[in-house]
């Protein structure tokens, strides 16, 4: 019964790396971009929810009224300032560009917060839990967190196959240039797309930051996660995302029951032989 | 008809070699006439620029664009400390075995992470070295989440005398930085270089002309791995002290040393060396101001990368046509009547004959 209870927490687990890969897996899916200051956005947002509840007094749910907005301005200025630039010259300049974001904003959030610690603090749903039968009890908050991520990715995939811009979305996917030819302005949809990418981001990191304490250096971890979850899933697989997820939360709520030092490395662990035996993942939609 | 040559050097790359002399001789001399703070800052230059040539290697030229390197200095910084402090082996035969103890590491981390492919692969490379990371916190006998530290009586065994024991270190950096300057420009000169050039400038071009590039990629990711994992080693051997997170630190052994390499113009030699000048001169100059020196890095490499994508030595190639460490092969018209004068760049179709069985 203990080990029922062990697997549950790491699907529930697996909800938020779900969260933290969707913004990953999108701009990966339909710009080819690997985003290496992903990590550093989503505790970015926190910081920002940080700000917006101190200035207005909200809490941390509501401050995203204000979070998502401001998230995906900055995901669309920076798709359209920077990354677009990036787009026809191989590998390198992307990367380190997204690269010399990471350290930007690490050091920006050091220069301006310095290095404590932070927490939203949302009050009772924090703690709050349910009693299953045979003694089993989950926490509501964890609940809420992968519903919220069930719910991310089933408006992902109502965007993607019932909307005019979704239908845009996967022309560029498929085929950039033809896509271009058809009418499609490729530059301002990279720039939505990194925008909604934020959105989800944005959401990301204020429901984590609730649940856990951060600082200006807590993104590379994020974003070693949510990369972990989008390849174990399979590149380009909307749901495989959230199933990757729960893989890699599963494995660390395993590894945490053995010995709670254990929990970060037996994820990276399973993300390695998954890797190795099946490198495109258990869910591929696409190869790269 | 004129008879063609092959060229392996330029009348600049001959005039800086013998330039170069009197400098190297000023530095080695170093310890008998500089302060020992002067000592310091040269010996950080020269494994900063012994990194920055094995990642300029890795990713300016086979194509594997990895963050994870810090996986191995940290791996040869522990193989000192344990061989020395556990087995109380010679401090020097301890340092020569942390090299090919990173390379032997590095052979297992490669089947999994050569099945990523770019950007994917640079992540993976870096979850490989949290793997190491986090394992060096959790064995007891590695000193877990503090680490390890050198006993009084390894330093004494290197010299009793402190003064001595500091200049010892000093030329040992010097001339492993040397090495492995000397490593990966002899390396960048042979046929493997050649291959790796072709590489760089077409993955699938050189693949069609025959160039193994899965075995080029390998050999060249597992001799970086070894050359890391000694320079990692003589790194710690002067900071003293190693932890999993001094030892495995993105920021300190990759961060930097790719913005080094970025800034200065990666796919060259001559680029590393003056990206680090570049950084250690931004870091003498706005030291005092904090983190803001590390915005402005990630500011010059993004901008560097939008604007001149080679670098600042790319650009001098570009203007100049300088190379000061000669790596490629010019064919040029041997001095029958006319003077010679280099007429092009070997292409990856115009290699002379001996060198073209890749």
């Known amino acids: ?288 | 008809m004129d008879a063609v040559q092959v060229e392996r050097g330029t009348k600049v790359s001959r005039v800086f070699a013998i330039l170069a002399m009197p400098a190297l001789a000023a530095l080695v001399t170093l310890p008998w006439w500089g302060d020992p703070g002067y000592m310091r800052l040269v010996a950080e230059m020269a494994y900063y620029v012994a990194l920055a040539q094995l990642w300029n290697l890795l990713a300016g030229y086979a194509g594997l664009v990895s963050v994870g390197q810090q996986a191995y200095v940290g791996l040869g910084a522990y193989a000192l400390f344990y061989l020395t402090g556990v087995w109380n082996m010679n401090v020097y035969l301890a340092l020569l075995l942390a090299g090919p103890f990173a390379g032997l590491l590095s052979i297992p981390v490669s089947f999994a992470v050569f099945r990523l492919r770019g950007a994917y692969f640079a992540v993976g490379t870096w979850v490989v070295s949290e793997v190491f990371a986090l394992s060096a916190s959790l064995i007891g006998v590695l000193g877990g989440g503090s680490g390890l530290s050198l006993t009084p009586a390894i330093l004494r065994g290197i010299s009793p005398n402190r003064s001595e024991r500091e200049t010892i270190l000093y030329l040992m950096t010097l001339a492993i930085s040397f090495v492995v300057l000397a490593i990966v420009y002899l390396l960048l000169r042979s046929r493997h270089g050649l291959a790796l050039t072709a590489i760089r400038d077409s993955e699938p071009a050189s693949a069609s002309l025959g160039v193994n590039t899965f075995r080029t990629k390998f050999i060249v990711y597992v001799v970086t791995a070894a050359c890391t994992g000694l320079v990692g080693g003589l790194i710690f051997l002067q900071k003293l002290r190693v932890s999993p997170e001094a030892g495995f630190s993105i920021n300190d052994w990759t961060v930097v040393v790719i913005f080094m390499v970025v800034i200065g113009g990666i796919g060259t030699i001559e680029g590393p060396i003056i990206g680090m000048l570049v950084f250690i001169l931004l870091r003498e100059l706005f030291a005092d101001y904090g983190t803001i020196y590390l915005m402005l890095m990630g500011a010059i490499a993004i901008a560097v990368m939008l604007k001149a994508p080679m670098g600042i030595w790319g650009w001098v190639i570009q203007r100049y046509d300088l190379q000061l460490f000669p790596v490629g092969r010019r064919l040029a018209l041997a001095p029958v009547g006319k003077p010679s004068e280099p007429i092009m760049r070997a292409a990856a179709g115009v290699v002379p004959q001996g060198e073209s069985n890749l």
Request: with cysteine; proline share 4%.
């Open chain 1, 1 to 288: 019964m203990e080990w029922v209870g062990t697997i549950i927490q790491g699907i529930l687990l697996g909800g938020i790396y779900g969260l933290f890969a969707i913004g990953l897996s999108l701009s990966f899916g339909i710009m080819r971009l690997v985003n290496i200051a992903h990590g550093d956005l989503i505790v970015l947002s926190a910081y920002v929810a940080l700000v917006v509840g101190q200035g207005t007094g909200l809490d941390p749910f509501s401050c995203l009224i204000i979070v998502v907005p401001v998230m995906f301005a900055l995901g669309y200025a920076m798709q359209r300032g920077l990354l677009n630039l990036t787009l026809s010259g191989g590998l390198l300049p992307p990367l380190l560009v997204t690269f010399g974001i990471s350290v930007i904003i690490q050091n920006g959030l050091l220069q301006g917060f310095g290095a404590y610690t932070h927490r939203l603090q949302e009050g009772a749903i924090e703690t709050a839990s349910l009693q299953l039968p045979g003694g089993l009890s989950i926490g509501v908050y964890p609940l809420l967190v992968f519903a919220v991520a069930v719910l991310a990715i089933a408006s992902l995939q109502l965007l993607f196959y019932s909307t005019r811009l979704g239908r845009a979305f996967r022309a560029v996917s498929d085929d950039a240039d033809t896509a271009e030819l058809m009418g499609i302005d490729n530059r301002k949809l990279y720039a939505v797309a990194l925008g909604i990418a934020m959105i989800f981001t944005a959401v990301a990191g204020v429901l984590f930051a609730i649940r856990t304490n951060f600082d200006p250096s807590a993104g590379p971890i994020r974003l070693i996660l949510a990369f972990e979850a989008v390849i174990i899933g399979g590149l380009g697989s909307i749901w495989g995302t959230l199933l990757g997820g729960v893989v890699l939360g599963i494995a660390q709520a395993v590894g945490a029951a053995l010995n709670p030092t254990w929990q970060i490395l037996a994820g990276h662990i399973a993300f390695l032989i998954i890797l190795i035996v099946r490198p495109s993942g258990l869910f591929p939609r696409m190869r790269d």
